[in-house]
């Protein structure tokens, strides 16, 4: 880990023109926010294939043609460690609802390009949402994991349904967002450069390097791995846990007891509160690394009462955390 100063003023230069851009975005599609989870995937992903928006993020379907069939994307990149599409935490009736949809687009980003920072859609299957939950539904019954989640590989798409995948030659340039996509590629550069954090539109990484660079952190490009086992850094290398919410409750996610017992390592949690509408972080609470302590009681209780959990995940909410609290940073 190398520690680098970052220029505040030109890094907040860059977000207002991301705010400008998202706003343009909600003029013109109804979508407000184009940062969190994903979301530029599944932008990227309509503009190649002529579909449409749809606002909002779970309880619907990603996007619609013309005609107003809708479609469920999913996606991997290529520098990511599992080549596979997954469904995280589905039940019955999310197979079911799987029968009022389109297709479900199974994506491959290519995000390899060393000489563009563009993403590129260069593959994908398409298979029809009747398909796809009579497939789910017969391999749910041979899950034997709590989260009750599956990897559909190239492989099984192939081999099991027959459909093969549909290669794209080029980028759609005419595509309804492509002029909105290069203009945020053109800012992400920046920002990236400012910071030398590396995949910030990947999953929330956005909102850990806004968080950052208000406490005068380094966020990990690559965090859990051999370059930064947690998520931020400082200047003297003490290294730092962020959880970002748009309320004050914070998720954590697989928390077995060795994830646990590496928050040891950690400085102290930073946990933020987001507005993704204006692109910023409202508030930040520092919080003492004796939350673990919560958190585990919490996760006992919660398998005590349930048993066998689906996923070994529990909220902090304020009152969970009041105690912890070193300092409590207000944003204007």
Excluded: C
Excluded at 131 to 137: A, C, K, V
């Amino acid at each position: 880990m190398k520690f680098k100063k970052v220029n505040i003023s030109k890094f907040f230069e860059q977000i207002e023109k991301l705010k400008n851009i998202q706003q343009e975005f909600l003029n013109k599609y109804d979508v407000d926010d184009i940062l969190s989870n994903s979301k530029i995937f599944e932008i990227l992903i309509a503009n190649e294939l002529s579909h449409i928006l749809i606002p909002g993020h779970s309880g619907s379907r990603d996007t619609k043609d013309e005609f107003d069939n809708v479609y469920e994307y999913k996606h991997f990149k290529e520098t990511s460690s599992n080549h596979s599409w997954t469904f995280n935490d589905f039940s019955d009736t999310t197979i079911r609802k799987l029968n009022d949809t389109k297709s479900v687009i199974f994506a491959h980003i290519n995000d390899t390009n060393k000489s563009s920072d563009k993403f590129i859609l260069d593959w994908y299957y398409e298979v029809s949402g009747h398909l796809m939950s009579s497939y789910l539904n017969e391999k749910v019954k041979k899950i034997k994991n709590t989260r009750k989640m599956i990897n559909v590989s190239s492989n099984q798409i192939e081999k099991n349904l027959n459909i093969h995948k549909t290669t794209l030659s080029g980028e759609n340039v005419s595509g309804l967002y492509f002029k909105d996509l290069e203009k945020i590629y053109n800012v992400i550069k920046e920002i990236q450069q400012i910071t030398n954090v590396k995949n910030i539109l990947t999953s929330n990484k956005i909102w850990e390097v806004i968080t950052s660079v208000h406490l005068n952190h380094n966020v990990n490009s690559e965090q859990g791995g051999r370059k930064g086992s947690h998520d931020a850094f400082d200047e003297k290398l003490n290294q730092f846990e962020y959880k970002i919410s748009k309320t004050k409750s914070w998720n954590f996610q697989d928390i077995s007891e060795n994830v646990l017992n590496k928050y040891n390592k950690i400085k102290f949690f930073v946990l933020a509160v987001k507005d993704p509408v204006n692109i910023s972080i409202k508030r930040i609470f520092l919080v003492n690394k004796k939350l673990v302590k919560r958190i585990r009681e919490k996760l006992y209780s919660k398998m005590k009462k349930k048993g066998a959990l689906r996923r070994l995940q529990v909220s902090a909410s304020f009152n969970d955390i009041k105690r912890y609290i070193i300092e409590d940073i207000k944003i204007d």
